[in-house]
């Protein structure tokens, strides 16, 4: 599990460690702001099963990783290359959530041909965060993991119903096990991220951009500049969108994420 000086979180370490061939490609989730490798347990426990080496990270600051938390999307990124550099060599497959979304962008930008595909999921640029939720992450963190919470989720029109309690608790339950301080500056660095545009275009891969239908914090209709901007590396680019979820879409539909996933990288 987590190992120092860089701690790199898996479910599955035995089905990893028997498919760490020099040319094994690798599946790498990162995580949102205030998060951490669990969000990702629905899709680390399913491409595992399928036979994928499979890597979700805790950053810095967050889950066991005891290391301070990096203040900038771009440290962020670095930190995240050199930790799998400390892997064996094999083509990498990043995927990337919200915040996680950004680093995986800027990781792309600066992997070079080792980075196969980029698959961004709840994803804009720029990610500016409403001047409310900055606030309440600095001076009220409860209140903000409240916000987030209630953000985070389809409203009912779209949903088709109230999202489950116990998916809405344990949303919350992972931001409050959290240190304190972390979110206030994930938040931060989201919003200051003024690099995307120039790491759009120096990635080198194909890329995907996966969007809830009722996401409320990056909608759909904000990935046209992000969408263009890896279009004019001259590399494919597509853009699809998950009906009946918001931007928490690994929780609420995470059978339709990894299916959409599975498409991603068969297309």
């Not at 990043?94 to 994803?123: F, Q």
Request: glycine share 8%; hydrophobic share 45%; with cysteine.
């Amino acid at each position: 599990m987590a190992q120092a000086p860089r701690p790199m979180r898996t479910d599955h370490g035995p089905r990893d460690d028997q498919s760490s061939g020099n040319e094994c490609p690798t599946l790498v989730f990162v995580h949102g702001a205030g998060h951490d490798h669990a969000t990702w347990q629905s899709q680390t426990a399913h491409f595992a099963d399928a036979g994928h080496a499979v890597l979700a990270p805790d950053l810095p600051g967050h889950g066991s990783n005891l290391e301070p938390p990096r203040t900038t999307i771009e440290a962020m990124a670095e930190w995240l290359l050199a930790a799998l550099d400390e892997r064996p060599s094999g083509p990498l497959h990043l995927v990337g959530h919200s915040m996680g979304s950004l680093v995986a962008l800027e990781a792309a930008a600066r992997g070079g041909a080792r980075v196969a595909s980029l698959v961004l999921i709840g994803s804009t640029l720029p990610m500016r965060v409403a001047p409310a939720l900055l606030d309440a992450a600095r001076d009220d963190p409860a209140q903000a993991r409240r916000m987030i919470n209630e953000w985070s989720f389809a409203p009912p029109d779209i949903a088709g119903g109230q999202i489950p309690e116990a998916v809405l608790a344990a949303n919350l339950a992972m931001m409050a096990r959290q240190p304190t301080a972390v979110l206030a500056t994930d938040l931060a660095a989201c919003d200051r991220y003024a690099g995307g545009p120039a790491a759009a275009a120096a990635v080198r891969c194909p890329s995907w951009l996966i969007c809830g239908e009722g996401d409320r914090m990056t909608p759909p209709a904000g990935n046209g500049l992000l969408q263009q901007a890896l279009a004019a590396a001259g590399r494919p680019v597509q853009a699809r969108t998950i009906a009946g979820c918001g931007h928490a879409i690994m929780a609420e539909q995470p059978d339709r994420l990894n299916q959409t996933l599975e498409r991603c990288w068969k297309d």
